[in-house]
């Protein structure tokens, strides 16, 4: 039986001919990354294990991003320790404030993964890099640490779900509302430790944004990476943003998969996501009336050019519904900048919003957006779990750049068509 994308790209790592679901490997790492959450701790268990220095000073990234520019007196300690761990280590890949963006926007626009690479990093949504054709996957702050000292670390092979995505999505349908609808069709354990797989004549219609926002949420339907063919889209990516060579791994045709699952994008409908599961899902007409508190628009899920495009479209010569907050959220410094130079920024702080630095801040209740007891988000971000974006008994909706913005101007969840 032949092997997956993600197989193939595990053995070649392994330095195996063959890989198969359930094998215990040891492979090499192209990237072992950090945020200034998780890295605190993996430096404290680096130091444990007795080395000086890392494997390798250009294969370790560290981005602070989730409680930067810091809030508080220990986020600043937190960002202290590891400013100094990767100064003292002569770290390359050091992104300090005003370098930085939300670290999975920002590793792909730098170059720093590119496809067959293997990727682990202490953050659960690393696998957002399988858009690229990369292996990527979260993991611990102990694995982080071990990453940085030897270089490998070991996997139990995955075995793989199928997608395939068929046909043209209609005008607002984004890579949120696919990987919404496919967490509310097979649950939010639904791919648990396998690899998701996409392939099918409608990646076509996916620009590499709808890709990376497909691949980020692989994790909320369980899955131990999400993957994307290397086609001509990647490419064109790869090729402006590169940074070292490539290789590109394709499923064999004989490939053994769990289940497949076909689905049509011609068909679907924009998705959100009630509380408090990703899983949680229904179209925005059945959602529609839903009175919100509060929208964000960004995250490492949603805060790319073609997301903050999409909304400005919508809020264009608008004004967002003054009993509403909206927070914008850029996912790096370069796309802040593109949203100056196209005037995007400007459509967004007239129309009444909030233009912040590039910050994880809201999506995980850091600051930013703090929600109180009993309001409700839309939110871009990528959980809902209870007292995601603050007060245990506030409520958190997900959806697309397009409904969130087409809501921000209603005050209540509404179809982008209707505005």
């Not at 990369?134 to 490998?152: E, H, K, L, Q, W």
């Not at 073609?306 to 909206?326: E, F, G, S």
Request: glycine share 10%.
């Amino acid at each position: 039986m032949g092997m997956t994308m993600t197989q193939k790209i595990l053995a070649a790592h392994a330095g195996l001919e063959s890989v198969k679901a359930g094998q215990l490997i040891e492979a090499k790492l192209d990237i072992v990354h950090g945020n200034d959450v998780t890295t605190p701790v993996a430096v404290k268990e680096f130091n444990k294990i007795g080395v000086k220095e890392v494997f390798d000073k250009n294969k370790v990234t560290i981005v602070p991003d989730h409680f930067t520019p810091n809030k508080d007196i220990k986020s600043a300690e937190h960002c202290k320790i590891i400013r100094e761990f990767a100064r003292e280590k002569d770290i390359k890949n050091y992104f300090e404030v005003g370098q930085m963006g939300i670290e999975h926007c920002l590793l792909p626009e730098a170059g720093l993964v590119v496809p067959g690479d293997v990727v682990i990093g202490a953050d659960s949504h690393t696998c957002t890099y399988g858009a690229l054709g990369a292996f990527s996957t979260g993991v611990g702050s102990t694995d982080m640490a071990v990453g940085m000292a030897r270089g490998v670390a070991w996997f139990k092979v995955p075995s793989a779900l199928k997608f395939v995505l068929k046909n043209k999505p209609a005008k607002w349908i984004s890579g949120k509302d696919i990987i919404l609808h496919i967490i509310g069709m097979i649950g939010v354990d639904g791919a648990l430790y396998k690899s998701m797989e996409f392939d099918g004549d409608g990646l076509k219609y996916l620009s590499m944004d709808d890709r990376f926002t497909i691949a980020n949420m692989a994790i909320e339907a369980g899955g131990k990476n999400g993957i994307f063919p290397v086609d001509e889209k990647t490419l064109e990516y790869v090729s402006a943003h590169s940074t070292k060579q490539y290789t590109i791994f394709k499923a064999d045709d004989d490939a053994e998969y769990d289940e497949v699952y076909e689905i049509d994008l011609s068909s679907l409908k924009p998705v959100v996501a009630f509380p408090h599961l990703p899983e949680n899902t229904k179209t925005v007409d059945e959602a529609s009336d839903i009175e919100i508190d509060q929208v964000v628009i960004g995250s490492c899920t949603n805060g790319r050019m073609d997301d903050l495009r999409i909304a400005a479209q919508i809020l264009k010569d608008k004004k967002v519904n003054p009993k509403l907050r909206v927070i914008i959220l850029p996912g790096t410094q370069n796309i802040y900048l593109q949203c100056i130079e196209e005037g995007i920024a400007k459509i967004f702080v007239e129309a009444g919003c909030v233009f912040s630095t590039p910050t994880c801040g809201p999506c995980l209740g850091g600051h930013m957006g703090i929600l109180a007891k009993g309001e409700r988000a839309l939110s871009t971000t990528n959980r809902n779990f209870i007292g995601r974006m603050g007060h245990p008994e506030s409520e958190v909706y997900l959806c697309s750049p397009a409904v969130a913005a087409a809501s921000a101007l209603t005050g209540k969840i509404t179809n982008p068509e209707n505005v």
